[in-house]
């Protein structure tokens, strides 16, 4: 049975509104890290993912409770989520050390959607939509382009960029960074989808990558304790972009696929510019506003509902009568569920 149109396109609608107000959260991060300049960034990740992660899994802690017997069930998945959780914010923000923040952040948030896309059609088997794909397109067009205008603006010194070899490093990190984006994105979407509350798979995944982290925390973690900077930035790293942020991205993720969710995620570098240069001061040129209006544009594309599919009635051999269908509405890429 196939959920009404108007319904199926109005959780759609919700679900994309929680994956960019996630976003959106998650653009503040660079301009909160640069309040704790001393400190590095296996401590700003291990603290922002582990103890946003911990905090999940600490609220959900009853809802994990009643859904155990379906995680025991997956928990390859839940495995393989945490797994990424761990390595994700580690490889993003040493990937901006190495390689500048210009290069770090397009090669970690831009190479997501592809990662999504490949891991999507691997597992399930997915066919991308135009529609999609054209808003994936406009999206990366308009990050390379706003990463682009921000690298020029800054200059090698104030961009991080480092030695050849650092660079090299930096970008394999990236890339690893967004891989491990599309790969808990899909676990927790794979949850979900299979009956798990958002609450539950979230707060398992996040959970368990939290604890993998804690290691790496009380390893790096000391410049965070050593002024009253660095322990509100990491206190508010936890608390609103991951914490909060991550409830907003499990809510989006039981209404969108993944594949959506990270493009949509491309929201996250333009409000990191915008906040550059409101916040920190910085200067954007005019290439930079252009990618700004590609990566809305690629949003409008994504977000804005289509109209109806309607399909041909096919004709029965016997009455000669049309058969009934259904009409749908669905975000770009969302799949009707039974």
Do not use: K, N
Request: proline residues 7%.
């Amino acid at each position: 049975m196939r959920r009404p149109p108007g319904r199926a396109a109005g959780s759609a609608g919700a679900g994309a509104a929680c994956v960019l107000l996630a976003s959106l959260l998650w653009g503040t991060t660079g301009t909160a890290a640069t309040f704790a300049p001393a400190v590095g960034p296996l401590a700003i990740g291990a603290v922002a993912m582990g103890l946003g992660g911990l905090l999940q899994a600490l609220v959900a802690a009853p809802r994990i409770r009643r859904a155990l017997p379906d995680l025991r069930a997956r928990r390859g998945v839940v495995l393989l989520g945490a797994l990424s959780v761990a390595a994700y914010p580690l490889a993003f923000y040493t990937s901006m050390r190495l390689a500048g923040v210009a290069v770090g952040t397009v090669v970690s948030i831009g190479s997501a959607p592809l990662a999504s896309a490949l891991v999507e059609r691997i597992a399930d088997g997915r066919r991308l939509t135009r529609r999609w794909t054209a808003g994936a397109a406009l999206g990366l067009s308009g990050t390379v382009l706003l990463c682009a205008a921000q690298a020029a603006g800054a200059g090698p010194a104030r961009a991080g960029a480092g030695s050849a070899g650092a660079t090299v490093l930096g970008v394999g990190l990236g890339l690893v960074a967004g891989l491990t984006y599309a790969l808990y994105a899909w676990a927790a979407h794979r949850l979900i989808s299979r009956g798990v509350p958002s609450g539950a798979a979230m707060g398992a995944v996040f959970g368990l990558g939290g604890l993998l982290l804690m290691p790496v925390l009380l390893a790096t973690g000391a410049p965070l304790l050593a002024s009253w900077s660095g322990a509100a930035v990491g206190l508010y790293m936890a608390l609103v972009p991951m914490f909060t942020g991550y409830v907003l991205f499990g809510w989006g993720l039981a209404h969108v696929p993944a594949s959506t969710a990270t493009t949509l995620s491309l929201l996250e570098p333009v409000v990191a510019a915008v906040l550059a240069v409101l916040v920190v001061g910085e200067r954007l040129p005019l290439l930079g506003w252009a990618g700004v209006a590609l990566v809305v544009t690629c949003l409008a594309v994504l977000t804005v509902p289509g109209r109806p599919a309607r399909r041909r009635r096919p004709v029965t051999a016997a009455a000669g009568t049309p058969a009934p269908v259904d009409d749908g509405v669905a975000l770009a890429g969302v799949r009707e569920t039974p």
